[in-house]
């Protein structure tokens, strides 16, 4: 362990020693990629010719005027081949795993779409895949469960401790000690242990770096904020990382659940709930007891219910170079409805918060600001949950009817 | 001092005994007498876990047992009223075995005071390596404690002699990759293996990880000075009941 990755306060590599060896290839396996301009370059022509990159920027004009304020725009990471940002970083760390020469990947997975992506780019290099998702998850997700099974890939149901997002990548964790001489975990998110936060957030920075391009060549300047929700944090540190160095406010958003108050929720740093601990090998913000146990998150998006956070964006939170907001499941809805009718955009529950978030702050800017919200995925996966949430009848009798099918 | 305490036993013993159990579970009590039974059926050392709600390096047997321990309430704090009770009745050196963020959140210092006022030896922490260890060795140094290390059959025998810089008491071989309560195959790899972390350091060697039985603590004899009980006591204890302990114990001697 040369390089242990700290910002500020957070990060490191708090590992078992049976993994220490691993991690140390795989530090190397990344500084190689990093300092080599040919990685980038063909990096870049395959998303390009197999996920629709560049994506689009979109002015939003009939929010826009619904709110009276700033511009609003969206960067589409929801065209991507397979629905979501998390593909970005999956293709890079595909590409990695071929160049160590390892024939099986394994992931962690919360809403699925990371599943998903990672399932696709097994099949697509040829490895074996097995990927691990909390048990609630695989209840509320089973369209993407569907889709890596159809992959090729092998899902488990992880069926212990709060039986979501963190508890899948303990087990992912716990196949990789056992599987390191052929296997690469595929994290997917900007947390964990050291090169991981920084490795995700690298790939992902393709997201920020194409935005300001965009947005310079329609507005001619910079935007005023730019909003990304947060999970563990890789879809706010793409967006960000194309605006670190400008005079532009870098809102993340949080899922606030059912209120902050009825302490079910994933507030890590927009709420004073969370504290610096050290779990699944990194320190950051986790929302956890005075004893140091993990406590129970919720969120009406699978993707953002995660008691940890991205190291960076704690170091970021701490220097207040970033501010951290959080909406909650009816104020995520309501927004996931508007942009529907309004825009005839469908942005996942995940990334329906960040839209939340800039609404309510949309008409105290300027007509002449410019905001920029990454969709980080499309709406279309949480076709149950949303349902539900809209309390939409027709579905229900669909769904009776296909049972009753099913059960003739 | 473990490494004193462990030499000066072994000197009438091949091998030594350690054990492991997650404290409260499944009850306080019975965490009791299980310390109880094993320590009269002769076991040399005692490993007394902290249940942690993300245990990492722990497979199965031993996640669901501290789960459990967490639902019926076990505390940092009724853990060491624990280890207090137990270290105060038996006279075999007791150690903590947790995860970092047990111990980062009650502070390093304080932890390691509260160690120490409860006549505990040393600590296992799978999850914080050398490299991140400042203030936690700082602390057990402090108070004399032994911080204990790890190796793995992965360790490259440039870093086994880095480990072995911060180690002390004794260090921890695992028996192989994976996570604790599966199989291993006590081989020729395995000795090999063994004779690497016996060149690398001169304290005394532990082996855990998949060791279940006397076939396996027989093995290891003449290659390492302790055998470690880990999952298999909780196996069982939960197939046989608590009253089960003790003789599992004098099946291994
Ligand atoms: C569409 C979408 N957005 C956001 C997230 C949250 O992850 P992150 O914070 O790493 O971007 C997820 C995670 O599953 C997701 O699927």
Redesign the pocket.
């Known amino acids: 362990m040369k390089n242990r990755g700290y910002y500020g306060n957070y990060g490191g590599a708090f590992l078992p020693e049976i993994l220490v060896a691993t991690f140390d290839e795989l530090e190397q396996a990344f500084e190689n990629i990093k300092t080599d301009p040919g990685f980038w370059n063909d990096y870049e022509a395959l998303m390009s010719s197999y996920s629709c990159r560049p994506t689009p920027l979109t002015f939003a004009g009939n929010l826009t005027r619904e709110f009276g304020g700033a511009k609003i725009y969206i960067k589409r990471?929801?065209l991507n081949h397979t629905?979501?940002?998390?593909i970005n970083n999956v293709m890079g760390q595909g590409l990695l795993v071929q160049q160590m020469g390892k024939k099986r990947v394994i992931a962690e997975?919360?809403?699925?779409?990371?599943g998903v992506a990672t399932a696709t780019m097994a099949a697509k290099f040829g490895f074996d895949c097995t990927i691990y998702m909390g048990e609630v998850d695989v209840a509320r997700q089973r369209p993407n469960v569907f889709w890596m099974e159809q992959l090729g890939a092998t899902v488990v149901p992880v069926k212990t401790g709060t039986r979501i997002?963190k508890d899948a990548i303990n087990e992912a964790f716990r196949d990789w000690v056992s599987h390191m001489d052929t296997t690469h975990y595929v994290l997917?998110?900007?947390?964990g242990p050291h090169p991981f936060p920084e490795m995700?957030a690298y790939f992902?920075s393709i997201i920020g770096t194409e935005a300001r391009q965009q947005i310079l060549a329609r507005e001619g300047c910079l935007p005023k904020r730019v909003y990304?929700?947060?999970?563990?944090?890789?879809?706010?540190?793409?967006l960000f990382s194309g605006f670190l160095d400008d005079p532009v406010e870098l809102v993340g958003v949080e899922a606030g659940g059912k209120g902050i108050t009825s302490g079910q929720h994933a507030s890590r740093l927009s709420s004073k709930e969370a504290s610096p601990g050290i779990a699944q090998g990194y320190k950051t913000y986790f929302l956890q007891d005075d004893d140091g146990q993990m406590r129970e998150t919720h969120s009406i998006?699978?993707?953002?219910d995660y008691v940890g956070v991205?190291p960076i964006l704690s170091h970021m939170q701490d220097q207040g170079t970033a501010r951290f907001e959080s909406a909650t499941d009816m104020e995520v809805v309501a927004a996931l409805k508007l942009t529907l009718r309004k825009e005839g955009i469908i942005p996942?529950l995940?990334?329906a918060h960040a839209f939340a978030r800039a609404f309510k702050e949309a008409p105290s800017l300027s007509p002449e600001d410019a905001i920029i919200i990454n969709q980080?995925?499309?709406g279309d996966k949480d076709i149950f949950t949303v349902a539900d949430a809209v309390n939409d009848p027709k579905w229900k009798e669909f769904i009776i009817g296909k049972a009753a099918e099913y059960n003739a | 001092m473990l490494e004193a305490y462990i030499k000066e036993r072994r000197k009438s013993r091949d091998i030594l005994l350690m054990t492991h159990i997650v404290m409260g579970y499944p009850s306080f009590e019975d965490s009791f007498d299980i310390v109880t039974q094993m320590v009269e059926a002769g076991v040399d050392l005692m490993e007394l876990q902290i249940p942690f709600s993300d245990p990492m390096a722990d497979g199965p047997v031993i996640l669901t047992a501290n789960q459990n321990a967490l639902e019926r309430g076990s505390t940092v704090q009724r853990c060491f009223e624990f280890a207090q009770a137990v270290s105060t009745r038996f006279y075999i050196p007791f150690l903590f075995m947790s995860y970092a963020n047990i111990l980062y959140k009650y502070g390093f210092d304080r932890f390691s005071d509260k160690m120490d006022q409860v006549n505990l030896k040393g600590a296992i922490v799978p999850d914080l390596p050398p490299e991140e260890g400042d203030d936690y060795i700082r602390a057990m140094k402090r108070n004399t404690l032994d911080p204990i290390y790890i190796f793995s059959p992965e360790t490259s025998d440039e870093r086994l002699a880095y480990v072995s810089s911060f180690a002390s008491g004794f260090v921890y071989c695992m028996a192989r990759k994976g996570v604790t309560g599966r199989e291993t195959a006590f081989s020729e790899d395995l000795a090999t293996y063994l004779s690497r972390c016996r060149h690398a350091t001169a304290l005394p060697l532990a082996v855990g990880f998949g060791v279940k039985e006397k076939a396996d603590v027989d093995y290891l004899k003449g290659k390492a000075d302790i055998a470690v009980i880990g999952s298999q006591t909780i196996r069982i204890v939960e197939e046989n009941g608590v009253a089960a302990a003790g003789d599992f114990i004098h099946s291994l001697l």
Do not use: F, P, Y
């Open positions: 990471e929801d629905g979501a940002h998390k997975t919360g809403a699925g779409q990371h997002l997917g998110t900007a947390c995700v992902q990304a929700c947060v999970g563990g944090g890789s879809n706010a540190m793409g998006s699978a993707g953002l991205s996942a995940e990334s980080s995925g499309r």
